[in-house]
């Protein structure tokens, strides 16, 4: 199975910040690679897919980047929705699997 | 309107038994390949199970091969998942997610609102 390492588990920023999370895979994945959202009692929003590429409706301060085995998830300018905790996931091969996740709390 | 709603959740015993159900609507079911993921309590996601359209392909996670089964009813736009020997470690709220597009994709842009399973004696 692909192991998928996000980083880091937590961090708290402020509204307006510029906020980068990473996420690593135990082998290459070819950008098979979503981004998610999700909030407390809420179940996962879908991002971003195939690294980069914005899901409709998703504001344009989300993007994603990367290639390999190393991607990352940018917000560029932090807004007060967007505390909330982000998880990465692999779909380049069967299980799917997702990162630990990212807690975005605010400072 | 996209819509899963699942359902069947509850408090069950180690080893017992539960069967979930997600109903589906606002889509053409029988199109796309369907899954369950489940989180359990302050944790990440974890997928468990998915199924082909026409029900001709499942895979699982290795923790849960031999105790769970998935299934679909076209028919009935629902999906299923049968769960035996349930663990403590099963413990978690249970969601279904459609995929992307209508041919696998493996990602999912439409869940369920969850239904929680606790295993507990």
């Known amino acids: 199975d692909i192991q998928m390492t996000q980083s880091p588990s937590s961090l708290s920023a402020s509204v307006g910040d510029r906020v980068t999370i990473t996420c690593r895979a135990s082998q290459g994945i070819s950008n098979s690679l979503a981004w998610y959202q999700q909030k407390p009692g809420k179940a996962p929003k879908l991002l971003l897919y195939a690294a980069s590429r914005l899901e409709s409706g998703v504001p344009s301060r989300f993007s994603g980047s990367g290639s390999g085995t190393d991607y990352t998830l940018t917000i560029s300018s932090l807004q007060p929705e967007d505390f909330a905790t982000y998880y990465c996931?692999?779909?380049?091969?069967?299980?799917?699997?997702f990162g630990g996740g990212t807690k975005v709390e605010i400072k | 309107e996209v819509q899963l709603v699942e359902s069947g959740g509850g408090l069950v015993q180690p080893g017992g038994s539960l069967r979930l159900s997600c109903a589906a609507s606002g889509f053409t079911f029988s199109s796309y390949w369907m899954s369950w993921v489940r989180q359990a309590p302050g944790k990440g996601l974890e997928w468990v199970a998915n199924?082909?359209?026409?029900?001709?392909?499942?895979y699982y996670v290795d923790s849960v091969k031999g105790r769970f089964t998935i299934s679909r009813d076209n028919a009935k736009n629902s999906l299923y998942l049968q769960m035996n020997s349930l663990r403590a470690e099963d413990t978690a709220v249970y969601y279904c997610a459609r995929d992307f597009e209508d041919f696998w994709s493996g990602y999912y842009n439409y869940w369920g609102q969850g239904t929680l399973v606790t295993v507990s004696s």
């Open positions: 199924i082909k359209q026409d029900g001709s392909e499942k």
């Open positions: 996931q692999q779909y380049y091969s069967t299980p799917v699997t």
